[in-house]
């Protein structure tokens, strides 16, 4: 029962931290600021100026949870394997779908350009090898609660779940960085130790995928952790925002993560609150850091009112995907 109750807090700090950070993606720090009144402190509207979701009601998750459940799917149909071609295609139909609802909140950049050369017919080993943004990133947790990291095969499972989006270096570490960190939490260990050992489990692999010239994202997760001991809040999220970055990158944004999930390891909604309004891509690490966070702390690290109004707004049943994901996991 603990290890469902993690793989729950994981798949709820994954979408709390999304519709957090909801409102606020694609912003500037000050932009957020003048928007909503300073930083974000709980679920609120997104207002018109909102680029992506203008006026989305507060509690919406975006992309980031509906892909992770996507991902989800396609494992407890698999059996623990994820067909990337069914991926590609279940991807595909999702956007889809959300042009016809007249949704702006649509594939990530990797993504769409990865998956139009499927559509085109192309060899899915051939795409995604510009991918390096943190599309693989933002679905890959319950890859983390279905297989154990450090196991035998449990960098298959990640390259499964980003070769054919984001099949490069970057790519496929920062999925890798977010699927171990989830799985050490649902195994027990506290959320710093999952951190670290997320970070020397990758260290340890030999990544798969194209090689990118853009900064190495295990290297600049360390940098961005060692941020995380900066004594004032303030001069932390600046450091972090202005050296590391807050874009789509993975090596921005995964790290970013890392580092707000480290500094607030012991309140993890601070993690989730700064990750929205910290500015560039909040959603997404909102939602990284959530999952990291939840798996490691449990469902009960964020604040019931606000779990309970995303899964209201958003329509999200977690418990049995969590459940299912675990019976995988054994």
Not at 263 to 286: H, N, Q
């Amino acid at each position: 029962m603990e290890t469902l109750s993690r793989a729950i807090g994981a798949l709820t700090g994954l979408s709390l931290g999304d519709a957090l950070g909801m409102p606020t993606q694609s912003m500037s720090a000050e932009r957020i600021a003048e928007e909503y009144g300073g930083g974000i402190t709980g679920l609120v509207d997104a207002t018109a100026a909102q680029p992506i979701a203008p006026n989305m009601k507060a509690g919406s998750v975006t992309d980031d949870t509906e892909q992770a459940l996507l991902v989800a799917r396609l494992i407890i149909e698999g059996e623990g394997h994820i067909d990337p071609m069914r991926l590609a295609h279940d991807l595909l139909d999702w956007e889809d779908d959300m042009r016809a609802r007249g949704s702006l909140d649509l594939l990530g950049p990797s993504t769409k350009l990865a998956l139009e050369q499927v559509r085109a017919g192309a060899d899915i080993s051939t795409t995604g090898r510009t991918g390096t943004t943190n599309g693989a990133a933002m679905r890959v947790t319950p890859v983390g609660i279905a297989h154990r990291a450090g196991e035998a095969g449990f960098a298959d499972y990640v390259w499964e779940s980003c070769r054919v989006t984001h099949n490069t270096v970057n790519g496929f570490q920062g999925a890798a960085l977010v699927a171990a960190a989830v799985s050490h939490g649902i195994d027990g260990s506290a959320p710093r130790e999952a951190l670290d050992k997320a970070i020397d489990d990758v260290a340890a692999l030999d990544a798969p995928g194209a090689w990118s010239a853009k900064a190495n994202v295990l290297a600049r997760t360390r940098i961005a952790m060692s941020l995380a001991d900066e004594p004032d809040d303030a001069v932390f999220l600046r450091r972090l925002r202005e050296e590391n970055g807050t874009s789509v990158e993975s090596n921005e944004s995964v790290a970013a993560a890392f580092a707000l999930a480290r500094r607030y390891a012991d309140e993890p909604v601070k993690a989730l609150y700064a990750a929205a309004s910290i500015g560039g891509d909040t959603d997404t690490m909102a939602a990284m850091a959530g999952g990291m966070l939840g798996a490691a702390c449990g469902p009960d690290a964020f604040p019931a009112d606000q779990v309970a109004k995303v899964r209201d707004v958003s329509h999200l049943d977690l418990e049995p995907i969590a459940s299912r994901l675990v019976a995988l996991r054994g």
